[in-house]
């Protein structure tokens, strides 16, 4: 059923659970019409879904922006008699704040999925939570999907849904001290807890817990709580929670010694190409304007700043004039003040970044590098030039968009597979394996991406001082010129991200690649606007150009006749062709060799050119 109908359906749903002498509301003034059935959650336990027809009805309950708590919903994995992550222990860490409910991976499951937005569905073992704000039904990054693939998995899925929970009911509102009877207490936190948790024993002797994800949601719990700080609040003794939100300290007050020329850390909470908006305290998010960070007009702050990174600025303004930073300002032996506490005798909520120093090579020894010479049999191919740091930085975010985009695909088809029962498992198997090393290498990539970028960074700022001081002038080279090769890869990772939403480019990854020796130098785009190139390239590169009727993609054959075979490498690589543009002697044609899913982008030709 196409996405556009299913909430039609799950709407039509709403009203047609009325009674036969009822109509929907407006209709010849007649009364509303009766809500969907409410999905009554247990005493205790989660609420377990058994038909076809209670899956449509929790589709329903999802889609209903009149909802008023967060839904977990875990589902089984197919052949499994329960799940792997603890649906029971979930329930009894969110209380009222959320429902629970345990999907069976059957015909139920593909009922919920038919009725669910593309991308939001839950089954084979996985499970998500769905806010009350309904933003997952056209992001659903914002309900992530949390797997389990054993018990292992399962606990740590089990803890990850439980924040996700307590999180989305704190954005929600639901978490006020009225909402249930307390008494005020006191005590000494005793342990901090993984994953966020605080331990604390109260002065009557009694134990409570500080809840992280109901304190503050989006700081780190080793960033909140310390081990042997003195806490006071409102404490639930049917909960054992103690509640400190009212120690919480008020964003202007937590900031209000910072004076101009202090140095500060920030973190970086939205980074756009000519702003980058910092939070010295998780209340107070200022804008910083590119001039401030660099005075390269071809800098784009997006290569230069990772979300949730953490920088360190010089303020410009305070007090009366209201706070101000720059980032153009500050050297690498700069100490930056600590960060201020978000409860009194708590951590610094931001710690500083490790700059990395970029490893440097040796100059070889002359006397050994002359009798390497003299005794090497073939002369050493001069190796390519190091990419400038501000193209590493690009290269790396290519190369993790891509890791990232193999990732979620990856993840789909382990869906897919998980359901197929037996007959898959040896799919499911490899999927899985496949899934874990592609999440590593994007914790890898993602790091590595960090650590660029605070190197660039701290590069350009020192070099932004210095040329203010007249000392030395900026490098051009490194600021942004870019050789042919890299900036036409650039050019086409520029090209797919402007072609495919977020979630199409999990279906339509690029491809690796490589440019044959001659590309570049018969890339003749006279009559072919060079973006028409790069969207055959990306059509090449994610498939899509094999089933394009207007690609007219074909073997490039070895000679005139359609007999011929198609030109093969040594390697066993296939030349292909596919068409730039149509109706002429001198229309382009693309040639390409394939070998599996690694492609070399070999040559731009006239149609009557058949070299490969």
């Known amino acids: 059923m196409p996405s556009r109908k299913r909430h039609r359906e799950a709407q039509r749903r709403a009203t047609t659970t009325a009674g036969p002498s009822e109509a929907p509301s407006g209709s010849n003034g007649s009364q509303p019409a009766t809500p969907p059935r409410p999905l009554a959650t247990p005493a205790t336990g989660p609420r377990r879904i058994t038909t076809p027809d209670e899956a449509a009805d929790l589709a329903t309950h999802l889609l209903d922006p009149a909802r008023t708590r967060p839904v977990v919903v875990v589902s089984i994995p197919s ?62 990054y914002a309900s992530p999907l949390r797997f389990a693939y054993d018990a292992a998995e399962g606990k740590r899925s089990t803890d990850t849904l439980i924040s996700d929970a307590l999180r989305m009911a704190h954005d929600a509102g639901l978490v006020a001290p009225e909402r249930t009877p307390t008494v005020p207490a006191a005590g000494v936190l005793k342990q901090v807890v993984a994953p966020s948790r605080g331990l604390v024993q109260l002065e009557d002797g009694n134990l409570a817990t500080i809840w992280q994800e109901l304190t503050a949601p989006d700081v780190p719990v080793d960033r909140l709580l310390a081990r042997g700080m003195t806490v006071r609040g409102e404490f639930g003794p049917k909960s054992r929670r103690l509640d400190v939100t009212g120690m919480l300290r008020k964003g202007p007050d937590a900031v209000a010694h910072y004076l101009p020329n202090d140095v500060v850390l920030a973190l970086v909470r939205e980074v756009r190409p000519d702003v980058v908006h910092l939070a010295l305290h998780p209340d107070v998010v200022l804008p910083v304007h590119k001039g401030r960070v660099t005075g390269n007009p071809q800098d784009s702050l997006d290569d230069l700043f990772s979300v949730g990174e953490v920088v360190v600025a010089r303020v410009m303004h305070a007090g009366a004039e209201g706070l101000a930073l720059r980032l153009d300002d500050v050297d690498e032996d700069d100490e930056p003040l600590p960060a201020p506490t978000l409860l009194a005798g708590g951590p610094p909520w931001l710690v500083p970044p490790v700059i990395e120093a970029p490893a440097i090579t040796p100059a070889p020894d002359p006397v050994t590098a002359v009798a390497s010479r003299v005794s ?52 499911v198997a490899d999927l899985r394996r496949a899934v874990l090393e592609h999440r590593d290498e994007v914790q890898r990539l993602r790091e590595q991406v960090a650590r660029q970028k605070t190197q660039l960074r701290s590069r350009l700022q020192s070099a932004s001082k210095a040329k203010r001081s007249g000392a030395v002038a900026l490098d051009a080279g490194d600021l942004g010129q870019v050789e042919p090769e890299r900036q036409f890869r650039l050019d086409v990772y520029d090209a797919w991200l402007a072609r495919y939403s977020l979630p199409e480019r999990e279906e339509h990854p690029l491809a690796p690649y490589r440019l044959g020796p001659e590309f570049l130098a018969t890339l003749d785009l006279e009559g072919v606007p060079r973006a028409k190139v790069l969207d055959v390239v990306v059509e090449v590169l994610n498939g899509l150009a094999a089933t394009t009727r207007g ?12 007999s011929d075979p198609q030109r093969q490498r040594a390697d066993g690589a296939l030349c292909w062709r596919v068409a730039l543009k149509k109706g002429a002697p001198s229309a382009r044609r693309l040639h390409y060799w394939q070998l599996d899913d690694h492609i070399e982008l070999s040559s731009v030709r006239v149609h009557d050119d058949v070299r490969p």
């Open 79 to 140: 052949g499994e008699a329960e799940p792997w992550i603890d649906a029971s222990a979930i329930t009894e860490a969110v209380k009222d704040l959320a429902e629970v409910v345990v999907l069976p991976t059957d015909a139920s499951s593909w009922r919920f999925s038919e009725l669910m937005p593309d991308m939001t569905q839950v089954y084979g073992g996985a499970g998500r939570v769905y806010s009350v704000d309904l933003a997952w039904t056209t992001n659903p």
């Open 376 to 427: 090497a049999p073939t002369p050493t191919p001069v190796p390519p030039a190091p990419p400038t740091p501000r193209g590493a930085v690009r290269d790396l975010s290519l190369t993790l968009d891509t890791a990232n985009a193999k990732v979620k695909h990856l993840e789909r088809k382990l869906l897919d597979a998980t359901a197929r029962v037996a007959p898959a498992e040896r799919e």
């Open 551 to 562: 690609r007219g993609r074909h073997p490039l054959r070895t000679g005139p006749g359609g």
